[in-house]
T-cell receptor, first 114, second 113 residues
Framework: KAGVTQTPRYLIKTRGQQVTLSCSPI?????VSWYQQTPGQGLQFLFE???????NKGNFPGRFSGRQFSNSRSEMNVSTLELGDSALYLC?????????????FGSGTRLTVV | ELKVEQNPLFLSMQEGKNYTIYCNYS?????LYWYRQDPGKSLESLFV?????AVKQEGRLMASLDTKARLSTLHITAAVHDLSATYFC?????????????FGTGTLLAVQP
């Protein structure tokens, strides 16, 4: 059974550019969550999608956005990149709305903004 | 807003020794997860604790949950070098039909020979 797939693994972008990250959840999973991990702030929740609807959003500026497609794949977009956006972005999938199942994380996308 | 605190933040221990990592959280929740992260890698699920008094064990690691005390512990027995990693606890917050994980600060465990 394939795990959570995130692409690309590594990205280098320049300040002011925008970036799109992709996450394919485990087959049959309908919930996708995104997290940002930095040495200073740790793991912070960005947003969660379930059946193409954003159900929850963390405390990030509007430059961070996402969406989910009908096949449950999700994309995250960051516009007008800042140096502080450099981080490991992790995607997690879960079977559904219930939290009993736990979350499976992908390998992450490491974004470096220069 | 739910806050999750772990201590210690850094733990250096010798092989063969026992130790406990603590995870305290500030509001009611009955779902807690423990994850392991190796340097540059993603998060690996270790335990899912779903009710008060839950205890799970896998190898040299044992996790427990006390929802009344809002406390979870991760106990390491007879540590080996392979256990060196960062360990995170994460607590679920509920918001109607939504939920999210709030992570602790992480505990960097270094097991010395």
């Amino acid at each position: 059974k394939a795990g959570v797939t995130q692409t690309p693994r590594y990205l280098i972008k320049t300040r002011g550019q925008q970036v799109t990250l992709s996450c394919s959840p485990i087959s049959g999973h309908r919930s996708v969550s995104w997290y940002q991990q930095t040495p200073g702030q740790g793991l912070q929740f960005l947003f969660e999608y379930f059946s193409e609807t954003q159900r929850n959003k963390g405390n990030f500026p509007g430059r961070f956005s996402g969406r989910q497609f009908s096949n449950s794949r999700s994309e995250m977009n960051v516009s007008t990149l800042e140096l502080g956006d450099s981080a490991l972005y992790l995607c997690a999938s879960s079977p559904g709305a219930a939290v009993n199942y736990g979350y499976t994380f992908g390998s992450g996308t490491r974004l470096t903004v220069v | 807003e739910l806050k999750v605190e772990q201590n210690p933040l850094f733990l250096s221990m010798q092989e063969g020794k026992n130790y406990t990592i603590y995870c305290n959280y500030s509001t009611t929740s009955d779902r807690l997860y423990w994850y392991r992260q190796d340097p540059g890698k993603s998060l690996e699920s270790l335990f899912v604790l779903l009710s008060n008094g839950a205890v799970k064990q896998e190898g040299r690691l044992m996790a427990s949950l006390d929802t009344k005390a809002r406390l979870s512990t991760l106990h390491i027995t007879a540590a080996v070098h392979d256990l060196s990693a960062t360990y995170f606890c994460a607590v679920v917050t509920y918001g109607g039909a939504t939920n999210k994980l709030i992570f602790g600060t992480g505990t960097l465990l270094a097991v010395q020979p």
